[in-house]
């Protein structure tokens, strides 16, 4: 399976800033995360959005990260800061303007907060939500098409996207993929992990 983007989530940021500028340095894709701000400024290993090629369609990604997952009981550590997600993905859409044909969010939120935030700025054409047990709710060109990712990777969600002549986006296809024990392991991933576990000294 190859990977084109990632968004960190919270328990990344009890980390200190370099050792995620190391485990991005581990991986070719890059970790995108909209509202992340580290010491007031944008990480240099962090990306705000990416854009991606698939089938001649350019598709701008972006990640933004829950600032409910943080609170004086569970301050962000390191140097980190989070943006309010409104402000970000407002800046980041018209910096985007027509340099994309599809946009997708990947949002750490959940599901409630996620469908509020897409229903009042417009552009976001998939969000993938941080929830599970929701229904997705189908997007029909003009609303955002928003799936649930499920829980503690147990699934692989599959989307087909498409562009009618209007430049109108719309999802073909949208299921779930069970990775039960019938599913193999991913030998890539498995040498990934030993080799950072031992970097780190565990076992």
């Given at each position: 399976?190859g990977?084109d983007?990632?968004?960190?989530?919270?328990?990344?940021?009890?980390?200190?800033?370099?050792?995620?500028?190391?485990?991005?340095?581990?991986?070719?894709f890059?970790?995108?995360?909209?509202?992340?701000?580290?010491?007031?400024?944008?990480?240099?290993?962090?990306?705000?959005?990416?854009?991606?090629?698939?089938?001649?369609?350019?598709?701008?990604?972006?990640?933004?990260?829950?600032?409910?997952?943080?609170?004086?009981?569970?301050?962000?550590?390191?140097?980190?800061?989070?943006?309010?997600?409104?402000?970000?993905?407002?800046?980041?859409l018209?910096?985007?303007?027509?340099?994309?044909?599809?946009?997708?969010?990947?949002?750490?939120?959940?599901?409630?907060?996620?469908?509020?935030?897409?229903?009042?700025?417009?552009?976001?054409d998939?969000?993938?939500?941080?929830?599970?047990?929701r229904?997705?709710?189908?997007?029909?060109?003009?609303?955002?098409?928003l799936?649930?990712?499920?829980?503690?990777?147990?699934?692989l969600?599959?989307?087909?996207?498409?562009?009618?002549?209007?430049?109108?986006?719309?999802?073909?296809?949208?299921?779930?993929?069970?990775?039960?024990?019938?599913?193999?392991?991913?030998?890539?991933?498995?040498?990934?992990?030993?080799?950072?576990?031992?970097?780190?000294?565990?076992?």
């Amino acid at each position: 399976m190859g990977y084109d983007a990632m968004c960190p989530g919270s328990v990344d940021l009890l980390h200190d800033g370099a050792v995620l500028a190391a485990a991005r340095a581990y991986v070719s894709f890059p970790f995108v995360a909209s509202n992340l701000r580290w010491n007031g400024l944008k990480p240099s290993w962090i990306e705000e959005y990416c854009l991606i090629t698939r089938g001649g369609m350019r598709v701008a990604v972006l990640g933004l990260l829950n600032p409910e997952r943080f609170s004086p009981k569970r301050p962000v550590s390191g140097g980190f800061s989070i943006e309010d997600p409104a402000v970000s993905l407002k800046r980041l859409l018209a910096t985007i303007g027509d340099k994309a044909d599809a946009t997708v969010l990947l949002s750490r939120m959940g599901y409630d907060d996620t469908l509020t935030l897409v229903d009042e700025i417009e552009g976001i054409d998939i969000a993938i939500c941080a929830d599970e047990g929701r229904p997705a709710r189908a997007g029909d060109g003009t609303r955002t098409h928003l799936v649930p990712a499920g829980y503690k990777a147990m699934a692989l969600g599959l989307l087909t996207i498409v562009i009618n002549e209007e430049g109108l986006v719309s999802v073909t296809e949208d299921r779930t993929l069970s990775l039960d024990d019938s599913v193999h392991d991913d030998e890539a991933v498995n040498i990934l992990i030993e080799e950072v576990k031992a970097s780190y000294g565990f076992k």
